[in-house]
C-alpha cells in the first residue's frame, strides 16, 4: 500500500545536471529518512546521500558539492540536484524511504524501481 516513484533521469553530457525526484504515496502516517542510492553495472550499491525528517543531510565523498537532497514534506517526495556531472555519475539511482505506515502503522523500508542516469558524451 506505499510506493515509491521515481522520475528525472535520462542522458546528459558531462558536465551537465540533472534533477531526480521520488514521491512516496499510499497509507502514511509518518516519514523518517528518505535518500538515494545508485549502483553501476559490476558495482555494489552505494549510498549518495540521505535527508533526514528534520533536514540534517548526508552526502557520499564522491558527490559532496555537486549533488544536493531536499526534501517537500507536504508533498512527500525527496529531490536529488545533480549538476556537474561525470561519467561515473552514470548509474541506477534508487530512492529509499523509511517511514511509519502501511495497513498495521508499522515501520517499513520501501525502495523505488530506480532511475537511469547516464553521463556520456
Known amino acids: 500500500q506505499v510506493q515509491l516513484v521515481e522520475s528525472g533521469g535520462g542522458l546528459v553530457q558531462p558536465g551537465g545536471s540533472l534533477r531526480l525526484s521520488c514521491a512516496a504515496s499510499?497509507?502514511?502516517?509518518?516519514?523518517?529518512?528518505m535518500g538515494w542510492y545508485r549502483q553501476a553495472p559490476g558495482n555494489r550499491r552505494e549510498l549518495v546521500a540521505t535527508?533526514?525528517?528534520?533536514?540534517?543531510?548526508n552526502y557520499a565523498d564522491s558527490v559532496k558539492g555537486r549533488f544536493t537532497i531536499s526534501r517537500d514534506n507536504a508533498k512527500n517526495t525527496v529531490y536529488l540536484q545533480m549538476n556537474s556531472l561525470k561519467p561515473e555519475d552514470t548509474a541506477l539511482y534508487s530512492c529509499n524511504c523509511n517511514l511509519r505506515g502501511g495497513s498495521f502503522n508499522t515501520y517499513l523500508a520501501i525502495w523505488g524501481q530506480g532511475t537511469l542516469v547516464t553521463v556520456s558524451s
Open positions: 535527508i533526514t525528517s528534520g533536514g540534517s543531510t
Open positions: 499510499g497509507s502514511i502516517s509518518t516519514i523518517y529518512t
